[in-house]
């Protein structure tokens, strides 16, 4: 199974928090290892004594080390972008999950991408996500 980058947003608006949760125990239902189930923790890494600099170094390790990234990108995030834009350049399996609501916000440097190793995916809710990622051959 996979080694999964879950990446959601942090400190900006985390209005899917709900759904990621979800699409972490899906994933995991399904036997793969997120690697970052700290994204839905209501406690930023900073306020519990992490320093950015090592956030930065751990998820760029994780990143390193992850099988592909699945971001959820129904809001705005620069650091999920940092990360999108990561794992496209180190040739990594990228999916990008956006909420069916969401999508005609979601910026067009991300609806654009047209590289092979880059998906979109629009859903209702997390067991479509998953439904989406399977038939897809990703999860």
Excluded: C, Q
Excluded at 68 to 80: D, H, K, M, N, R
């Amino acid at each position: 199974m996979a080694k999964i980058y879950f990446a959601a947003p942090m400190r900006g608006v985390r209005g899917a928090l709900k759904e990621v949760r979800e699409l972490i125990e899906l994933l995991e239902a399904r036997g793969h290892t997120v690697l970052t189930k700290h994204v839905a923790d209501e406690m930023l890494d900073t306020d519990k004594g992490l320093t950015h600099e090592e956030v930065f170094k751990r998820d760029v390790k994780l990143l390193d080390d992850s099988d592909l990234l699945i971001a959820e990108v129904s809001y705005p995030s620069l650091g999920v972008g940092f990360e999108i834009a990561y794992a496209l350049l180190k040739g990594k399996k990228t999916v990008a999950l956006v909420k069916r609501e969401r999508a005609d916000s979601l910026s067009s440097l991300i609806r654009g991408i047209t590289w092979e190793n880059f998906r979109l995916l629009e859903y209702e809710h997390p067991r479509e996500a998953l439904e989406r990622l399977v038939a897809e051959g990703i999860a």
